[in-house]
Every structure is written in structure tokens, then in C-alpha cells.
């Protein structure tokens, strides 16, 4: 289970970045034409910025269990063990909370998105939303469960990365 977890989350990390170099193309092309022949390429403002916002979503999870979030631990390093342990489980859950309720909600508009073919941007390039609101709502839900696994960690192992530094659980 653990290898799909990762698996999965790779692969939308993956994605997310390929997507990015598509964003680089596009929006090249669009700078290159506005500069050297006065045409922009249609859309690109649109497709960056529901983009950008979609490949957040997909690679947060990923981030997060490989420990790739900027932290500062300097109050963690002067708490004791029982009490760093304790600070560390409670943020955990408050991720598993606030990524869940974002999931949840977000999920209604996903669903609205997709049954109004709701569209971002005019003619002759609209884009459509559904894919943002499916992004984010799988990318914060698969978030909330990587917190509540860091939760379960934090509180059974007292720890909430492996030696390899992925956040996950090994279980054999």
C-alpha cells in the first residue's frame, strides 16, 4: 500500500512538473510573439494562471512526505522529546483537518465546474475550471492523508520521517 501511496504521489509530482515545462513553452512563445511580431499567443494568461494553481495542488502532497517543506525548528530543538513529539502530532492533525476540509469543499465545486462547464477567460480561448477544482481537491485530500500519516508516526514511532527521509510508514 505504502508503494502505491508513493507511486501515486510521484506521479502527479511528475506531472505537475512536465505541465511546468509546458507552461515555459507556451509562455515563451507568447513573449517571443508580443515582442517580435506585436501577436500574442491566445490563452496563455488564462492557461498560466489556473495552471499555476493546479500544480501547486499536485505536488503538495508529494512535498510534504519527502520532507521538502521550508521549516524552522529552532523552538523544536529547545522542546523536550515528550513535548516536541506533542507539538509535532498536533500540527499533523491540524494538517489532516485543514487539508480535509479543504478537500471536502473543494469537492462541490469540482462538481459544479464540471456539470456548468464553467470556463475561465473569452473568446476565442476559454479554459475550462474542472480540471483546478479536481486538482485541488485530490491534491488536498492526498495531503490530509499524508499528515495523518506523519499523525500516526508522530505518535506510535515518536518520529515522523524515515532514515531516508520520506515522511510515510514502513510496514513489513
Request: hydrophobic share 50%; proline share 3%; glycine share 8%.
Given at each position: 500500500m505504502e508503494r502505491l501511496?508513493?507511486?501515486?504521489?510521484?506521479?502527479?509530482?511528475?506531472?505537475a512538473s512536465l505541465w511546468i515545462v509546458f507552461l515555459v513553452g507556451i509562455i515563451s512563445?507568447?513573449?517571443?510573439?508580443?515582442?517580435?511580431?506585436?501577436?500574442?499567443?491566445?490563452?496563455?494568461?488564462?492557461?498560466?494562471?489556473?495552471?499555476?494553481?493546479?500544480?501547486?495542488w499536485l505536488?503538495?502532497?508529494?512535498?510534504?512526505?519527502?520532507?521538502?517543506h521550508l521549516r524552522t525548528t529552532t523552538l523544536l530543538d529547545r522542546m523536550g522529546e515528550r513535548t516536541r513529539r506533542s507539538v509535532l502530532?498536533?500540527?499533523?492533525?491540524?494538517?489532516?483537518?485543514?487539508?480535509g476540509a479543504i478537500a471536502y469543499w473543494g469537492y462541490f465545486?469540482?462538481?459544479?465546474?464540471?456539470?456548468?462547464?464553467e470556463f475561465e477567460g473569452e473568446e476565442p480561448v476559454r479554459v475550462p475550471t474542472w480540471p483546478?477544482?479536481?486538482?485541488?481537491?485530490?491534491?488536498?485530500?492526498l495531503?490530509?492523508?499524508?499528515?495523518?500519516?506523519?499523525?500516526?508516526?508522530?505518535?506510535?514511532?515518536g518520529y515522523m520521517d524515515r532514515d531516508d527521509g520520506t515522511a510515510s510508514v514502513h510496514i513489513e
Amino acid at each position: 500500500m505504502e508503494r502505491l501511496f508513493a507511486g501515486l504521489l510521484a506521479s502527479l509530482n511528475t506531472f505537475a512538473s512536465l505541465w511546468i515545462v509546458f507552461l515555459v513553452g507556451i509562455i515563451s512563445v507568447d513573449v517571443i510573439g508580443r515582442t517580435a511580431f506585436n501577436v500574442p499567443l491566445p490563452g496563455v494568461p488564462e492557461i498560466t494562471r489556473l495552471s499555476l494553481v493546479a500544480v501547486f495542488w499536485l505536488q503538495v502532497a508529494h512535498t510534504l512526505r519527502t520532507g521538502g517543506h521550508l521549516r524552522t525548528t529552532t523552538l523544536l530543538d529547545r522542546m523536550g522529546e515528550r513535548t516536541r513529539r506533542s507539538v509535532l502530532v498536533a500540527n499533523a492533525l491540524c494538517g489532516v483537518v485543514l487539508l480535509g476540509a479543504i478537500a471536502y469543499w473543494g469537492y462541490f465545486d469540482a462538481v459544479r465546474a464540471w456539470e456548468t462547464a464553467e470556463f475561465e477567460g473569452e473568446e476565442p480561448v476559454r479554459v475550462p475550471t474542472w480540471p483546478l477544482w479536481w486538482a485541488l481537491t485530490v491534491g488536498a485530500a492526498l495531503t490530509s492523508l499524508q499528515y495523518l500519516i506523519l499523525a500516526y508516526l508522530g505518535a506510535r514511532y515518536g518520529y515522523m520521517d524515515r532514515d531516508d527521509g520520506t515522511a510515510s510508514v514502513h510496514i513489513e
